[in-house]
Structure formats: C-alpha cells, structure tokens
Nanobody
Framework: VRLVESGGGLVQAGGSLRLSCAAS????????MSWVRQAPGKGPEWVSF????????RYADSVEGRFTISRDNANNTLHLQMNSLISEDTAVYYC???????????????WGQGTQVTVSS
C-alpha cells in the first residue's frame, strides 16, 4: 500500500497550490479519503474529506471556501486545490484513507509521507 503526496512548496500569501496524492496497493475507489495537516509544534488538524464516489465533501472551518478536495478514481488520485493561502496554512499535508468517514487519527487505515507547504507573508 502506498500513498504518495506531491505538489507542496513555497508560495506567497494569497497564492495557490494544488496537492496530489497517488494511491496504490488498495482499492482506492472504495475508501474515504482525507487531507490532514500538521503545523510546526502543533497536533494534526483534519482539513477535508471526500467520500468514495466523490459526490460528498467536507471541510474544516479554517479552509472552507478556499480549499477544494477532489478525486479521480480512474487514476487512483486525490487532489487538494488550495487558494488564497495564508501563513496559517503552513504545515505538512498528509493524505489518509479510511473505510468510513472519520476525523480520528487512529481510525485511518493508510497514510502518506506528507508534503510540505510553506506560505510566506
């Protein structure tokens, strides 16, 4: 099983980034997918969720209206479009897979290695 994130980097405040997560080794289209981030010195923060069919999404209040989660089941890929970035968005972003909707760290089945997003003000 592998989840490999990409697309992170350094961006100025107000800018945009698109993260991707390539999945392999499990039936991607059957899993709920989430993005979770961890800022320096802080605990993990759930960011967004999408159901297996891709027709239901949820967002943390802190990113609502700025971030958009999507998935491509044909290519086993998860995305996170991040717009209007602010310094508080600086964190390592992880994709995570679960067999049901959850925001609980221990209930995710699979995790990626993370990709760093740094927003300069």
């Amino acid at each position: 099983v592998r989840l490999v994130e990409s697309g992170g980097g350094l961006v100025q405040a107000g800018g945009s980034l698109r993260l991707s997560c390539a999945a392999s080794g499990f039936t991607f289209s059957s899993y709920y997918m989430s993005w979770v981030r961890q800022a320096p010195g802080k605990g993990p923060e759930w960011v967004s969720f999408i159901n297996p069919d891709g027709d239901s999404t949820r967002y943390a209040d802190s990113v609502e209206g700025r971030f958009t989660i999507s998935r491509d089941n044909a290519n086993n890929t998860l995305h996170l479009q991040m717009n209007s970035l602010i310094s508080e968005d600086t964190a390592v972003y992880y994709c995570a897979a679960s067999r049901f909707y959850t925001r609980t760290r221990d209930e995710y089945d699979y995790w990626g290695q993370g990709t760093q997003v740094t927003v300069s003000s």
